[in-house]
């Protein structure tokens, strides 16, 4: 692995783990939310096949989904 790639690798999995924490004590009800999650599984996925670039661009379309959830006030955190 060159260092591009696994800059981007490391910037991909610390993008996943703050997305993570993010959406840990959330309500997921939302119907959006299905794409937030779907992004970041293939996240998951594109790390496992080290496709690295796929693998970030996941992350950040999980992201902007789940801050345009928040911006909407969709996206509360549980009762």
Do not use: C, P
């Not at 610390?14 to 997921?28: G, H, P, T, V």
């Not at 999650?37 to 080290?50: G, N």
Request: without cysteine; negative net charge.
């Amino acid at each position: 692995m060159n260092r591009t790639q696994e800059n981007l690798k490391d910037e991909t999995e610390k993008w996943l783990e703050r997305l993570e924490n993010r959406i840990e004590d959330r309500d997921s009800s939302v119907e959006q939310m299905e794409n937030v999650e779907a992004y970041r599984d293939d996240t998951y996925h594109f790390l496992e096949e080290k496709d690295f670039i796929r693998a970030w661009e996941s992350v950040i379309y999980a992201w902007g989904i789940l801050e345009t959830l928040e911006r909407l006030n969709l996206f509360e955190e549980k009762d």
